[in-house]
């Protein structure tokens, strides 16, 4: 399984971005999805999950009310929608997958990662 990251930059605080994640080499559909983070200095942590179906979702508190995650399955693609951005949310954000969607709320268990791409959110 290969998990690709688009949709990073550098954003003004206020501001949008909106990540997407190509998963290959298997069934889409199997896997339930995450974003993650991970700021200088810091541990990576849950931004959001979707299970297989869309049909639910977990956010982090920090990023509730201000971030979206949803998946189109014909397209082998989850999306993060992130609106009014904070400085704080400066991060390598990464894409996860596991069949299991309790493995998305525990980091060491979770067997696919992308790459990472970077989010800076300038004040």
């Known amino acids: 399984v290969q998990l690709a990251e688009s949709g990073g930059g550098l954003v003004q605080a206020g501001g949008s971005l909106r990540l997407s994640c190509v998963l290959s080499g298997d069934i889409f559909s199997n896997y339930a999805l995450g974003w993650f983070r991970q700021a200088p200095g810091k541990e990576r942590e849950e931004v959001a999950v979707?299970?297989?179906?869309?049909?639910?979702?977990d956010y982090a508190d920090s990023v509730k009310g201000r971030c979206t995650i949803s998946r189109d399955n014909a397209k082998s693609t989850v999306y993060l929608q992130m609106d009014n951005l904070e400085p704080e949310d400066t991060a390598v954000y990464y894409c996860a997958a596991d069949r299991k969607i309790a493995a998305m709320f525990l980091i060491d268990h979770i067997d696919h990662w992308g790459r990472g791409i970077l989010v800076t959110v300038s004040s």
């Open positions: 979707v299970s297989w179906t869309d049909d639910t979702t």
